[in-house]
């Protein structure tokens, strides 16, 4: 066989190559970085700044205030006020109750669609299930937002006689539409990843098609479920567009499912195009917003760790 | 093929560039249809300015003068101080100029028999002292609040002029335009909601009276511009120092009777000759 030499043209080549596909990493993980420490920049004062602080430390932000000396302590979010109040509770508790809504209405969907579409369904109809459903996630928020502010909030305020039309729920409804995409691709890749040597196991054990499925398959699936999960609920704490327009935006503590709510997300969203550079609303928006930042990633980086374990598992590299 | 995308791409970037004089208009959500029917007219008349209108609301527009980011800035609302004195601080020199007048209606589901209210019992329902229809002469049914978001002209005039300064109530639920609250008001028999007049279909006024001895009165042209209808305010322009060249010509043309018919023609009230024309840029 002909040796093959290697020119030295070639080289230099190779290596100019190398050098620009590495920088094009470098820059996506630089712009990452760099918004990173913006939002914390602009979100600093809070800590440092004694002017801030007047109106917004975090003890002001988290408790309740007697705003105006004599009357009750309460949670207030009310940026434009000659006495400004910057409450975060009633904020994040609105950011929750619209994602766990969310997640129980897109949990029992999306993983009901990924069991039947794994194991019971025959591979035309699952060819056919599995791009149709990630349209889903192809709609944009905004429609999604439109169409329950217009025909959902109608719909339930009619079939459940509900005091408030735009409230958690029908918000939580559109979010969990969002959100079924993701928990079904999720739960469905982890169970049609489970070895077909545990299937045939338990059918040879006596086990009917049912049972395969929900005490063999399932089981083993599940943190790739929970995955699914998690990054649906990240997915659901972030959504702005939705909770913008069918939540009602009314900063409310209260635990019922049927009352306005107002998110994070929301809340920059309507607010941040006004407001003053570098005035205390400024500096809390990007607070909530460094907030937001870190819940999401903390909670895309448990999802990603989950189905990291679970590839590693089932490739047999981990107990 | 990609050479031609590139020669393509060159030539429409010149064009933009060597076009007429680029105006923006930013601000205001009550004034944004008046200033893009305004903007459309002007630019018949001279193909040779390009005007981009947007709103986002009165302190949107306001914090764009104020970054140097927008010609002129819609708003419904005058400055507050500290916008002024931030002003100062950047070297802007905010002209505010009346181009036009709204009345702030109440807006009632058709279905509602209430018809009238007086500022106390408008107090009283939006700070969350009155909380059911039954007190204002209605139904029993709870009261449910829209508003506008906290960067709003209307949302401040509202408050100043009629809440006095108070709070709303932490149950008002906020939506994005004067268009979607009338939206939700008459999708909800128990809702009440407030903006400017131009924007009301599917709606019915309520009656305002200031004081209970006063009559009410509904928010029509001649109550607002005669000035017995109770809220009513002046809209904005603010530019960035005395305008000159081509935006000295459409401020003109705006107060001039031509631009005070289209604004009436879309359903909001003109200055009146008087006012126009001590507006005017001499």
Known sequence: MQELKFKPKSRLREFLGEKLISVNAYIALLAIFLIFAFVFKEAIPIFTDGAVQQEASLEKMTFKQEFRAG???RWSWQPNSDIPKFSLWPLFLGTIKAAIIAMLFAMPLGIGAAVYSSEFADRRLREFIKPVIEILAAIPSVVLGFFALMVLATFLQNVLGLTFRLNALNAGIALGLAVIPIVFTVAEDAMTSVPGSLRDAATALGANPWQVSLTTVLPAATPGIAAGVVLGFGRAVGETMIVLMASGNAAIVSA??????????????????????????YTVLFFIGALLFVFTFLINLGGDMILARLKQRLQGKTS | MKKLLIAGMMVGLAALLLAGTNITIKGSD???????????EYMKHNPNAV????????????????????????????????????????????????VALDGIAVFLNEGNPVKELSFAQL?????????????????????????????????????????????????????????????????????VGYGGIAWATGVKFAAVRKTDSDTAVLPTTETVSGGSYPISRE???FFNGTPEGELKKLINWALSEKGQKVAEEMDYIPLGKELAEKNMIK
Request: charged share 25%; net charge negative; aromatic share 8%.
């Open chain 1, 71 to 73: 009357r009750e302590a």
């Open chain 1, 256 to 281: 019922s499912m049927l009352d306005s709510v107002r998110t994070f997300s929301a809340t920059i969203a309507a607010e941040l195009a006004e407001v003053v550079f570098g005035s205390t609303h």
């Open chain 2, 30 to 40: 009550t004034l944004v249809r008046l200033g893009q029917r305004w903007a459309e």
């Open chain 2, 51 to 98: 005007i981009q209108v947007s709103g986002g609301g009165s302190g949107t527009g306001i914090a764009a003068l104020l970054n140097g980011a927008t010609d002129i800035c819609e708003a419904s609302r005058d400055m507050k101080e500290k916008e002024y004195k931030l002003a100062a601080e950047k070297g802007i020199k905010p002209l505010r100029i009346s």
């Open chain 2, 123 to 191: 107090k009283g329902i939006y700070t969350g002292a009155i909380t059911n229809w039954k007190e204002v002469g209605g139904n029993d049914s709870r009261i449910i609040l829209y508003g506008r978001e906290n960067n709003s002209g209307t949302y401040a005039f509202f408050k100043e002029h009629v809440l006095d300064g108070e709070d709303y109530s932490e149950y008002t639920q906020t939506l994005p335009g004067t268009a979607a609250v009338v939206n939700a008001v008459s999708k909800d028999k128990n809702g």
């Open chain 2, 235 to 237: 809209l904005y322009w």
